[in-house]
């Protein structure tokens, strides 16, 4: 059955221009004009003038004029009557542009009709003559009906263009998203093209290689991507043995600094003066035995990537000291006087909770915001457990060429084994594990006697029991993580080290799931 749309006329089809013709013959039997026009409004300030019948009509062409004020002037005011100017020359006011326009022009009579549609006014319908005393009073009324119909033409004309505008729009903004997205996938596809070269580029150096499948992984590379090829200063978070230095060296192997050096500091293992000496270099006589000058590692690192491993254990004097490197871009030696620049990119990591340090006063604001630019927190290895196998058999192959007598494989309890560990060392302490059970195996199949003692008792630890009954209605496991949170917190009087052996868990990971929980106001 056809459609019922298509026996009727499209009225929306309707041209203004062939309204207009209409009107113009209709109105030529009513009044003796030579010209006639319709002027719509374009906005509070235009007019714009769109169609012209009679002499110069063939050569007429769209024009905008200043919109004149109501009054003195040829422009009905809405709801107003219509206007009739006998004589131009007498009754029009040369101050107004059109006035001076029609005046100028030798129109010497006009009639103006208000077009409304709804209490709106949309433009107006005129007609003017060389003649004085062309048009009356009666004539506008005799005209009404036509200016009426044209004012229907007008609205449908309008909604017209409206709806060919709004089309247009639409297809220009899906065609505006489509763009956007296919550019963001392509930016996308390139960025984890170039997450896999990185990881590929880094996969010959031993301990520094950027393993494992797991989408938080994978997420903290991606982020590391981004932020590789730019020269802002990273901090990246995480507990011990999490891969700190890997996605350091990550984000300097996806760097403009590549080809140059990469300098590593573990700011935890030396003492004051020893570690401003190391990081700053030191002038010959500084101190007693500096018996010549010294380059300190900003220095080595010139041009290329200073890693600050554990930020956080600098003392407050070597704070703010290295505060002015990250501000000025330059430093001074010990016993120097002379100013050097540092042209360094600065990547630091803490296992610590740099808050918790801004709490207790350890770790200074300004150097805070100064280094953590761009954040990265690793996940521990219990939060990607689909890693610890990849892990374990890329360290089996690592070791085995070592040590010279390479494993045959590994059982399939002690995996399960393996899988069932918290790893509170996390990948450091699963590589010592493999390594461990590699030299015990001498070539045969590692099991379970070969694993250390705490990894191969975690198979046999009783599961927490839930903190209470299971109502009817059912619970989630976030709703027993908290409930056991709020219970381990309260039965060791808010002392978070006490919670955290109840619960069995490392103190860092007890606050990164407070925070989750939102119980963080417990640790005051």
Known sequence: MADTHDRQPDTSALTLRDAFAGVAVAARAIVPFERMGIS????????????????????????????????????????????????????????????????DAGRRSVLAISLEAQGTQLGVLWFDS???????????????????????????????????????LAHERLAEEGRRAAQAREREARLQERVETLVHELEGRGAHRALGNSTRWKDALLEAAKVADTDTTVLVTGESGTGKEVVARYIHRGSKRARGPFVALHCATLPEQLLESELFGYER?????????????????????????EVGE?????????LRVLQEREFQRLGGAKTLKADVRVIA?????????????????????????????LPPLRERPEDILVLADAFLAEVGCSVGRPAAGVSEDAREQLLAHAWPGNVRELRNAIERAVILCQGGLITSAHLPMNVASSRGRPAPLP???????????????????VKALAQARNNKSQA???????????????RRHGLTEARR
């Open 40 to 103: 719509l409004l374009a906005d509070p300030g235009t007019v714009r003038v769109h169609l012209l019948a009679g002499p110069g009509a063939e050569h007429f062409t769209e024009h905008v004029l200043a919109r004149p004020h109501y009054s003195g002037c040829l422009w009905p005011a809405p709801g107003g009557g219509p206007i009739c100017i006998r004589d131009s020359a007498r009754e029009l006011d040369l101050s107004y542009p059109i006035d001076r326009r029609v005046v």
């Open 130 to 168: 060389h003649r004085v005393e062309a048009f009356s009073a009666g004539d506008a009324i005799a005209l009404g009906p036509l200016a009426d119909l044209l004012a229907v033409a007008v609205v449908l004309w309008a909604n017209r263009i409206a709806d060919h505008v709004a089309l247009a």
């Open 285 to 309: 006589g500084a101190f007693t035995g500096a018996q010549v000058a010294r380059a300190g590692k900003i220095e080595q690192a010139a041009g290329g990537v200073l890693f600050l491993d």
């Open 314 to 322: 600098m003392t407050p004097a070597v704070q703010a000291k290295f």
């Open 349 to 377: 990591a803490t296992n610590r909770d740099p808050r918790e340090a801004l709490e207790r006063g350890t770790l200074r604001e300004d150097l805070y915001y100064r280094l953590s630019v761009f954040e990265i927190a």
């Open 467 to 485: 903190p209470a009954s299971i109502p009817a209605e059912g619970v989630t496991l976030e709703q027993v993580e908290h409930a056991l949170l």
């Open 500 to 514: 955290a052996k109840l619960l069995g868990l490392p103190r860092g990971q007890l606050y990164s799931l407070l």
